[in-house]
């Protein structure tokens, strides 16, 4: 375990996790208010893929690291008081801080990874990374019921805000990275991991008759899922790449599309556990493959800027979905689910078209 897994622990110590929205909606802000403000979320990180990227490659990866870690904190400083003070300005700039945070530390913690680790070993460590902020998710998860018990909403959100100081100085001692990667390398989040974002397991759960009393279980065993992915990718190694980004791009934008319409519980909890494994892994390969794809075009001089001009449109694309949620959700979750995996069955065939055409 090395700063930069202490980090990712930290960063995955979201005490609040089990009821964000509630979180919200406590605070006197609507399901639609919510799309909204995580339309902003998406537009800011949109707007902000170029400048920091710039920034980034004058900065260097580590120094870019550390700011995103302190924009974070402040961050969850921010959603604690406008959650105490019920402010929905203090919401709108707490994802506007947010926003800023995922600008910088996105695509710049894959390529800090790329740089130190190199193209053999970049999917196992990145792989192997998340499982420390996926078992920091559980840990928080695990002491969610007490926490929220004694201390309530206000606890939750406080105790977030300690982790966050706590990956703040984890950050202070990662390891500088290969002084000749600086310019070379910038890597971003893809849509993978927020179109999938899975804001209504809550409602899902009411909605196929399931007691809530079964939400933290069902979010520690998808978590303890999601630390498959490491595994897998090893398992995987030496097979095409390309087709497995496919595989799993498509098995998740299938499942997103039905999940959202299934009623029984025996089909819809194991896709619950299923699908974060599944947007993961088509996380980590698609990342992979933007880089590969970059490196065959002989456009690595120029790749901060190609990489974030991909990142802006799939933020767009974000936003719009987003927005469409909004006036969706009035209708139902299930339409909210359609949404999001038809849009990721449209990348996926967009993805495989691109790649017979590039390899034809």
């Known amino acids: 375990m090395d700063a930069y897994d202490g980090m990712s622990l930290c960063g995955g110590l979201v005490f609040f996790a089990p009821v964000a929205l509630l979180v919200r909606t406590q605070a006197g802000i609507s399901e639609t208010q919510f799309f909204l403000l995580q339309a902003l979320l998406s537009g800011i990180i949109a707007l902000g893929e170029l400048p920091t990227g710039h920034l980034t490659d004058r900065m260097g990866y580590r120094r870019s690291l550390i700011l995103a870690q302190l924009l974070l904190l402040a961050a969850r400083g921010l959603l604690l008081a406008a959650f105490l003070l019920r402010s929905l300005p203090l919401f709108v700039a707490e994802a506007v801080v947010e926003g800023i945070s995922a600008c910088l530390s996105s695509g710049t913690a894959s390529a800090y990874l790329y740089a130190l680790y190199g193209e053999s070993d970049y999917l196992p460590k990145a792989a192997h990374a998340a499982n420390f902020g996926t078992a920091g998710f559980l840990l928080s998860t695990a002491a969610y019921a007490l926490l929220y018990r004694y201390f309530r909403l206000t606890g939750l959100l406080a105790a977030t805000v300690l982790a966050g100081a706590a990956g703040f100085a984890c950050s202070l001692f990662l390891r500088r990275e290969p002084r000749a990667a600086v310019p070379e390398h910038r890597s971003q989040s893809t849509m993978w991991g927020q179109l999938g974002k899975i804001f209504f397991y809550a409602e899902k759960l009411a909605d196929c008759g399931i007691p809530l009393t079964w939400l933290s ?48 519980p025996w089909a819809a909890v194991p896709l619950m ?88």
């Open 217 to 264: 279980a069902i979010i520690i065993a998808y978590s303890a899922g999601q630390m498959l992915a490491e595994p897998i990718i090893r398992l995987c190694a030496g097979k095409s790449r390309s087709r497995l980004t496919a595989i799993f791009c498509l098995l998740c934008g299938g499942g997103l599309a039905a999940f959202g319409w299934l009623r029984t």
């Open 273 to 360: 556990v299923l699908l974060p494994l599944l947007l993961d892994l088509a996380s980590f390969y698609l990342e992979e493959r933007q880089n590969h794809l970059i490196d065959r075009l002989d456009a690595g001089r120029d790749r901060a800027a190609a990489l974030s001009a991909m990142n802006i449109g799939v933020n767009l694309a974000e936003i719009a979905s987003l927005f469409a949620s909004s006036l969706l959700a009035a209708l139902g979750i299930g339409w909210c689910f359609a949404l999001c995996g038809g849009l990721l069955l449209l990348g996926a065939l967009g993805y495989m078209l691109s790649s017979r055409k590039i390899t034809g």
